[in-house]
């Protein structure tokens, strides 16, 4: 069984910057993608970005260009660095590590960290 745990979040001035960390406990299947989703208030959970064991990324437009996502392969651990955030930032963020079977996907999810944009 993997377990999540995040890091990071907290409160931040616009234009400031956030590193999320997640870390993955126990052995993750070979064939994995860990991401960062998440979910404002009154809205549904979203993709915010996701990597490959290779390093491939997968970042949505509302953040490409001020967000990176990167991974540890070693640690078990992927990463968000979030620059130039902005009020609609504001949500909590989700790690997310989907394992890829023959004949089935593991999906497991964190905790969630608060990240907060106000002046």
């Known amino acids: 069984q993997v377990q999540l745990v995040e890091s990071g979040g907290g409160l931040v001035q616009p234009g400031g910057s956030l590193r999320l960390s997640c870390a993955a406990s126990?052995?993750?299947?070979?064939?994995?993608?860990m991401g960062w989703y998440r979910q404002a208030p009154g809205k549904q959970r979203e993709l915010v970005a996701r990597?490959?064991?290779?390093?491939?990324?997968d970042v949505v437009d509302a953040v490409k260009g001020r967000f990176t996502i990167s991974r540890d392969n070693a640690k078990n651990t992927v990463y968000l660095q979030m620059n130039s955030l902005k009020s609609e930032d504001t949500a909590v963020y989700y790690c997310?590590?989907?394992?890829?079977?023959?004949?089935?996907?593991?999906?497991?999810w964190g905790q969630g960290t608060q990240v907060t944009v106000s002046s």
């Open positions: 997310n590590v989907n394992e890829y079977y023959s004949d089935s996907t593991k999906r497991y």
């Open positions: 126990g052995p993750i299947f070979s064939t994995n993608v």
């Open positions: 990597i490959t064991v290779a390093g491939s990324t």
